[in-house]
């Protein structure tokens, strides 16, 4: 079960791979500048991923219109991510929690992916400029999308 509206969202640090080499991201350095929608994602190069994306890559400006940055998780390794994000053309940042410490603390886990282990779960989140969880959810399954119309309204709150 994800963390809940109103709970501090976990601070982290993870790293993303650019054309300019490994970067590292920290969530908290958006707080008191920009809110963040976070959102988490089971793996790289699926085609339910690729299709959220995709339409969120193309959707960026709504995101930032209202006070938004995008950033994404999953527990690929940044070096996967990044050729997948070069393929799709995804342009916020992806970042790797190979070892699933930020998944488990924003209550994300999906147990059993394909009878490959534990994942990311399908999940978004509004973090504002405090660092407070504005909007929080997980999908039912790992098929179905975040609702981005209500993602959308809480950014606009």
Do not use: H
Request: aromatic share 10%.
């Amino acid at each position: 079960m994800p963390i809940a509206v109103g709970s501090k969202a976990p601070d982290f640090t993870l790293k993303t791979k650019t054309a300019d080499g490994f970067k590292d991201v920290k969530l908290s350095d958006n707080f008191g500048k920009k809110q963040t929608v976070l959102l988490f994602f089971p793996a790289a190069f699926s085609s339910v991923c690729t299709v959220e994306f995709c339409d969120t890559a193309g959707g960026l400006g709504d995101y930032e219109s209202l006070g938004g940055s995008v950033l994404a998780i999953s527990v690929d390794n940044a070096l996967a991510q990044e050729a997948w994000a070069k393929q799709s053309k995804i342009t916020f940042p992806l970042l790797s929690d190979l070892n699933k410490t930020v998944t488990r603390a924003y209550g994300v886990i999906f147990p059993d992916f394909a009878g490959m282990g534990e994942t990311a779960a399908r999940a978004a989140f509004v973090i504002g400029k405090d660092g407070v969880v504005k909007y929080a959810e997980q999908t039912a399954t790992l098929k179905d999308m975040p609702n981005f119309a209500a993602v959308k309204a809480a950014l606009a709150k």
